[in-house]
């Protein structure tokens, strides 16, 4: 079974084996689902003028999206 990943009070957290996302999200409502990228795409953003926020969103690789949440850079605390 695949690791389900959500952002979580400013981190990036992975469900325990076995923690449906309904349930986990009936107990964060401020939780979000996030697919965590790979390395390859966390090195181009990097390199690159622009990175995605974890919930999709194009932003400055140090910045965060109008809806308030981080780019994949700053939530993995690679910058
Ligand atoms: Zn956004």
Redesign the pocket.
């Known amino acids: 079974m695949e690791n389900i990943n959500v952002y979580s009070e400013g981190r990036i957290r992975t469900l325990k084996a076995g923690m449906s996302l309904a349930e986990y999200l009936a107990k964060h409502p401020g939780a979000i689902q996030v697919e965590v990228p790979t390395v390859e795409e966390l090195r181009e953003w990097n390199s690159d003028s622009g990175c995605d ?1 974890i ?3 194009w932003v400055e690789p140090d910045g965060e ?5 981080p780019s994949w850079l700053v939530a993995l605390g690679m910058i």
């Open positions: 926020a919930d999709g969103c999206c109008r809806h308030g949440f």
